[in-house]
């Protein structure tokens, strides 16, 4: 406090403790002032007073001595000692920029200078430069030319290394042959294209030039393709090569030359398929396994079922080595029933080819396909026949020859799907077919001679001969055969002779009749005629007594009818389907309703069973076996005339009855099938 009011009062010391009580006994008005603002300060004034109070102890060489004494002047003497300082400063930046700015001044000038010398330099190399513009514009055309004849080279042109790979005997061929082949084919199309426009004389020195390398590079595909055909595919294995595949492709454009090839093909595959069945027929497979199929030439159906099997596998593997040779052949080619396969649509891939500028014939890869496959296998047919014909002579039984003839018919169709119509081995298997068949009839035949010159009259008691029951039980074999024979189950028949098994049913059912009436005609005179039968006057007699007969035989027919009737339980039910009144729903009838019907008719499967198993110990009693059969047919046919008028009422939507079929347990056909015996 007393340092700020030493300060205040301009630096003057204190005064003594004596004037200090004066002082205070006698206000001083101006003190009392500043006293009261210094004790009236603000915070702020403070800080601002602590502020100058700070500036002043960073001033060199203030000492408290001086600070009391001349604050002021102190203060103003390093206020000005500072301007000083900022004057010489000032000074030296002023010289500076002085000198920055003449030489600033110097480098305009320089420039300027420059500036001029430029503009006098580009008058001068304008015209060089447009020059150079010039000579850069005729460089990029020439440029772009080059690029364009080079892409003309290279599209119209063969690499030297192209020549050598298509022209050089000493380059094997490989995928590089067929790749530069191909730019060869490219270059003649592309020159087509030439012709048509103004470069047509362009167009006609390329070809001109191409032709020869195009004509060499043929004929040594040629020799290449003509060698493997013949060493390749004379084996019985051939593995398809990819080259030997693109090789045919190359040379469909070359009809003369493929046509060549695929007769060296054909004799080569001819001569190895029949060398394989030669082999399969006596030596057998490697190692002997397979046997050799000639060791079951005593097993008549076997024997030939081997050697079909055989050939049929064969021509599958063969024909689907070809279509692996001939990949742009489709998998099959529908065949029509009523042309030959050169009738048939033509294939997308079958197209006209070209070469040299000309048009060729077209070439089918199909036909080709079936040409190969049917000259491949004509060299089974031989060995095929003869030893199938060593069968059929020597005439097995009846069933087995059937059997074989079947067996064969089965493969004729079955093979016939592989080859083309009029396929030589088609034709082999469809002549043994028919051979078959005749060799068939023909045993049936000399059966029936044998069985109508040892025709033995029956035992007395009607029982079934040997004989009959021999050839009864050689037509169900026969039959069942038939049935499940391909040509049943599959319905397909196309291309082969029609056999009518009608007439194998009359070559044995018609002699076996004929043995049974021969049979029948030798029993004694007593045994089948009454004692008038003898003298011709007795013949009105014997007229009348016959029409007695038939009549009671008919009476005892219906009673027997009557009595089958009500063993079935259909007396009831008849008897209501008679006697309805037409107004009058038969479903509303007592005991005719649907719940009462089903339950009668539940019973009926049981009294058929008995039924068939005989008839009645009172028809039994019959002596005359004739007179027997017809009283029983006769009661039978009218129990199925009784209830096919009940199916009739009952299917009838007048009589109003729910679901029909669950009521009745038998169809009218399924009834007339259980008593076709007496139909």
Known sequence: MTELESTTNGGLPEPPATSQLSISNKPNK???????????????????????????????GLDETDLRRNLRGTIE?????????????????????????????????SCQEMKGKLDKASEQTAEMIEQAHNLQDRSSACDTRLTIVDKFLEKFTLSEQEISTLCSSAVPIDNEFFIALDHLKQIHSDCRVLLMTHNQQAGLQIMESMALHQETAYEKLYRWTQYESRASFGRDSIDVSTLMTKALHALRHRPVLFQTILDDLAVARREAVGRAFINALTRGGPGGTPRPIELQAHDSLRYIGDMLA???????????????????????????????????????????????GSHHSIIHINDAIDELLDYAMEGTCRPLKSRMEQVLVLQPGAITSYRVANLIQFYSVTVG??????????????????????YFFKT?????????????????????????????????????????????????SEGLPTFNFGETLDAIVDPLV?????????????????????????????????????????ELATEQYRDLLNQSGLSEIEYAVCNNE??????????????????????????????????????????NSEHYHQVQDNAIRMLLDAYRRIHVAVEDPKNEYDNPDRILPRTIEEMEAIFSFAL
């Open 514 to 554: 004929q043995m049974c009436e021969l049979s029948v005609q030798k029993f004694p005179t007593v045994e089948r005629d009454t004692a008038l039968s003898s003298y011709t006057f007795t013949d009105k007699k014997r007229e009348n007594l016959s029409e007695r007969t038939n009549f009671l035989l008919q």
């Open 582 to 623: 037409p107004d009058i729903p038969l479903s509303k009838v007592p005991n005719m309703d649907t719940q009462s019907l089903t339950a009668t008719l539940a019973n009926l499967d049981s009294f058929l069973i008995t039924i068939s198993a005989g008839a009645s110990p009172e028809l039994r009693k019959l002596t």
């Open 77 to 109: 003497k390093k206020e000005i000692e500072a301007n000083k300082k900022f004057l010489e400063g000032f000074s030296r930046v002023v010289g500076q920029l002085e000198t920055l700015e003449s030489q600033v001044k110097g480098m305009g000038i």
């Open 30 to 60: 101006l003190l009392a002032t500043k006293l009261n603002k210094v004790l009236g300060s603000s915070v702020s004034d403070d800080a601002r007073i602590k502020a100058a109070l700070t500036a002043l102890s960073d001033i060199p």
């Open 444 to 492: 049936l035949n000399a059966q029936a001679d044998r069985l109508l010159q040892s025709a033995d009259p029956p035992t007395r008691e009607l029982t079934i001969s040997p004989v009959v029951r021999e050839m009864t039980l050689q037509l169900k074999e026969i039959v069942s055969s038939y049935d499940s024979s391909y040509l049943i189950v599959s319905g397909e």
């Open 310 to 356: 055989w050939i049929h596998q064969a021509c599958a593997s063969e024909k689907e080595m070809l279509e692996s040779l001939f990949q742009n052949a489709p998998n099959a080619r529908k065949r029509e029933n009523s042309g030959d396969s050169s009738d048939s649509s033509k294939s997308g891939s079958d197209k006209e080819v070209e070469g040299d």
């Open 417 to 438: 799907k592989l080859l083309r119509k009029n396929a030589g081995l088609a034709k082999v298997l469809h002549d043994i077919t028919d051979m078959a068949y005749k």
